[in-house]
Structure formats: C-alpha cells, structure tokens
C-alpha cells in the first residue's frame, strides 16, 4: 500500500513540477511529505470502505441468511437492508445490535 501512495504522490508532484520531490519519493524516501501521507491516508480510507462494503455483501450472499422453512424466520425478512446501510453509513456491522 506504501508503493502505491508513493507512486500517487510521486505523481502528483510531477505534475506540479516538482521533479526533485517526485524523485525522492519514486526512489523509496519523503515518507513525511504531506502528498505521501495524503496518498496514504486516502488508501487506508478507501480499503476501509472497500471492506465494510465486502462484509455487507459477504452477508447477503450467504444462503443462510435468506432461507428458512417460515419466512418471517429469515434474517432477511428482519433485516429489511440494516447491513446495507450500515455499510454505506460508515458504521460496522457488529454496530447493528445497538440500532
């Protein structure tokens, strides 16, 4: 994930010609630039989001959740979309028992 933040910041700089910074972080170093930890910080962000989003479909895929001999005995009746928008809101999924 590093690389990649480096290889966003490196270019980044370069567009703002930049060319000695962007060199520095190309070769592995300016981990303390602010564009490197920017880049850093919006990966992590975005993985996070990536995941709660992965979760919430792991959810909805599992057969479990949606069979049951009754219907309304199925989590999918009660859950009417919960995870989903859990996910979308930013919350975790073990949040939900508290809603």
Request: aromatic share 10%; no cysteine; net charge negative.
């Amino acid at each position: 994930m590093l690389d990649q933040a480096r290889e966003l910041a490196a270019g980044f700089l370069t567009a703002r010609g930049r060319e000695a910074e962007a060199g520095i972080v190309r070769q592995g170093g300016g981990d303390d630039f602010p564009e490197v930890r920017l880049a850093l910080a919006f990966q992590q962000a975005n993985r996070a989001k990536l995941q709660r989003y992965e979760r919430a479909l792991h959810t909805y895929a599992d057969t479990s959740f949606w069979d049951a001999d009754v219907p309304e005995a199925a989590l999918a009746y009660h859950d009417q979309g919960a995870v989903a928008r859990a996910a979308l809101a930013g919350r975790e999924l073990f949040e939900l028992h508290r809603d």
